[in-house]
């Protein structure tokens, strides 16, 4: 079948003075893991190079550029599945790493358990070998200056998906030649979140979920609002019952707002290769590619085409 890649890099109300860069970034991450599905590659390592790139590129809250907590510091939060095995690997809290998604996929595949955290996690990746990085060098000098006005958990996490310069998460998700769908999804989380609050990126259901039987999801947004929902799953229980992949996302997102009234956004993709970029909030940095034509969009309803280059 034909491959499909989508990736997202976070809905939030992305101001206009990286609104380019986010794309450009969405657009170098959805060729680079269409590269790997065009070469007969697994949509595994499709979604985790496209998010990589991601993690890589400081425009994003993920790896690089990543949000600072309420001391000051990263704590990064990553998932990975495979739809074809329903194997996933998930990491919450780890600091201070480059590519928190590869070291997801190292718990998947390294480990007999699915999420590892905080010490536990950090203690693996040190055992593992993967480089520490200073803080400084993972922060961007924009994002210490914003931390400083946002000391306060309590002036509201939901406010701040509106608010000017705060981020929001990068995912991919991916369809292969083999019909085997993966997903995968990495944060830095919310500026200033209270130290050890982990939301919903890297917890199975919420912030992805990846099955062959139906498609592959990747979520952003508030996460707490996510995480209620179980929006990864609920989409796809939608696309279970017969809805298409943007209809699944648009109801379920529509439900998140009207049940817990959080914003956010959904990549989507099914098994038969359908797939839908949805967000409610002002704007979603996103790009897919199937058959050659790269679609993107920044903008509610925006959707701009173009042949991509071999
Ligand atoms: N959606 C990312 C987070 O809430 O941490």
Known sequence: MDPVIVVHGGAWAIPDQISEASVKGVKTAASEGFAVLKKRGSALNAVELAVRAMEDNPVFDAGHGAVLDADGEVELDAIIMDGKTLAAGAVSSIRNISNPVTFARSVMEKTDHVMLTDRGANLFADGLGIPKLATETLVTENERKEWEHYQKYAQGVKELFNAQWDHDTVGAVAVDCDGNVACATSTGGIRNKMVGRVGDSPIIGSGGYADNHSGAVSCTGH????????????????????????????????????????????????????????????RMAWASVKEDIMSYGLNPKEIFSEHIQD
């Open 223 to 282: 996460g707490e609002s996510i995480m209620k929902v179980t929006l990864a799953r609920l989409i796809l229980f939608h696309m279970e019952q017969g809805k298409a992949a943007g209809q699944a996302a648009e109801v379920s997102l529509q439900y998140m707002g009207e049940r817990v009234h959080g914003g956010g956004g959904a990549i989507v993709v099914s098994n038969k290769g359908d797939w839908a970029a949805k967000f409610t909030t002002e």
